[in-house]
Structures are given as C-alpha cells and as structure tokens.
C-alpha cells in the first residue's frame, strides 16, 4: 500500500518561504506524476502543480512566479517550495500521486495533508 | 473562480438517488475524477475515467458524462456518503488541472 506523508514547518512568516517535503513509501516515484494540492480552511481544492517522472514540472498559473516542486529519488521524496508568502496562503498542504494509466488521469493516493499558518 | 462548476450544495433522502454535477468546456475533451472529503480527512478518489471505481468503493457511486457535464450519481446514497465531493479535470488549456469548488452532499 502506497502511502504518502507531508512534512514541514506548521508556521511561517509572511514574505518568507514555505518549504515541505512528501516522503513516499511502499512504491516507486518513478512512473508517476507527483502533484500538490491545497485547500484553505473552509474552502475548497487548488492545485498547486505537478513534477512528472522525467523531472518535469507544470504550475498553476495564478502561482506559478513563487511554486518550485524538485523531487528526490534517492529518498522517495518529493518538496514543495512557496516563496513571499502571505495569510493567504495558509492552507491544509497535500501531496498527492497522479496516475496515468490509459491516460486517465485520476489521484489515486493523498497524503494526510499538514496545515501550514502564514502569520508573524 | 473555477473553470469547473458544481453546485454547492444538494440533498438527498437516505436511500434516495443523487446526481452532482460538474460543468466546464473542458470537459468535452477530457475526463472528470470525482473525490468524497469528510471533515478533518483528505480526499479520496471515488470515480475516475468513464466510470471506473477504485478498490474499496461501493458500486453505489457511478460516473457519466454528457457534453460539458460530467456527473457523479449516488444510487440509494447511506449516512455515511455525506461529505463534500469534488471534481477535477483539465483546465481549458489542457496543461493544468483543477477542481471544481465542490458540493456539499447532505443524507437527509
């Protein structure tokens, strides 16, 4: 059974960076599209971005200048990185994998997800 | 806003049949996946492609697509399919995906 789980600072500042890591167990980083997805308290789904297999990455637009999502094979590990962040991006961050298979697109296993307050 | 439309909210009488529904332009070349979030939980997939269920979730939930729509149908919904349910695909570029802003289910 795959698992996911985020990890991270609960607190950051406003203007500083927000940086998490999802660390996979029982399966491969390979083969798969590794997305993050957050939801603000009360609202509903954003999806941050994704880094496939081969390293690529795609963003949301409204994020895109300040998201960077690396991934670690060595240690099943894949981060998220949010600069000049501010209230309106505290959020319950998540990791989550992206299946492909036939081509249909689906997240198929979620992190737990870790919420992450942007206050001084 | 969401390039992806549902309604906010719905209800339903417990044993009764549900639809929620998901618009957007995108949809009529893409696929919608359906996700069930109860509170304090992270989501979880429940209908994905034409309409394919993940292990583990009952053949109560079934997926379709007419257009631009794409629906999610409870047949004889429990207590326990009330959540919050949303739908995601491609964004109307094809390169980005996104949610829908979901829909409250209630099980009268």
């Known amino acids: 059974q795959v698992q996911l789980q985020e990890s991270g600072p609960g607190l950051v500042k406003p203007s500083e960076t927000l940086s998490l890591t999802c660390t996979v167990s029982?399966?491969?980083?390979?083969?798969?599209?590794w997305s993050w997805i957050r939801q603000p308290p009360g609202k509903g789904l954003e999806w941050i971005g994704y880094?496939?297999?081969?390293?690529?990455?795609k963003y949301n637009p409204s994020l895109k200048s300040r998201v960077t999502i690396s991934v670690d094979t060595s240690k099943n590990q894949i981060s998220l990185k949010l600069s000049s962040v501010t209230a309106a991006d505290t959020a319950v961050y998540y990791c989550a994998r992206q299946n492909w298979a036939s081509l249909i697109y689906h997240f198929d296993y979620w992190g737990q997800g870790t919420l992450v307050i942007v206050s001084s | 806003s969401s390039e992806l439309t549902q309604d906010p909210a719905v209800s339903v009488a417990l044993g009764q049949t549900v639809r929620i529904t998901c618009q957007g332009d995108?949809?009529?070349?893409?696929?919608a996946s359906w996700y069930q979030q109860k509170p304090g939980q992270a989501p979880i997939l429940v209908i994905y492609?034409?309409?394919n269920r993940p292990s583990g979730i009952p053949d109560r939930f079934s997926g379709s697509t007419s257009g631009n729509t794409a629906s999610l149908t409870i047949t004889g919904a429990q207590a326990e399919d009330e959540a919050d349910y949303y739908c995601n695909s491609r964004d109307s570029s094809g390169h980005h995906w996104v949610f829908g802003g979901g829909t409250k289910l209630t099980v009268l």
């Open positions: 995108s949809l009529r070349s893409y696929y």
């Open positions: 029982a399966g491969s980083i390979s083969s798969y599209y």
């Open positions: 492609g034409k309409n």
């Open positions: 880094i496939d297999y081969s390293g690529s990455t």
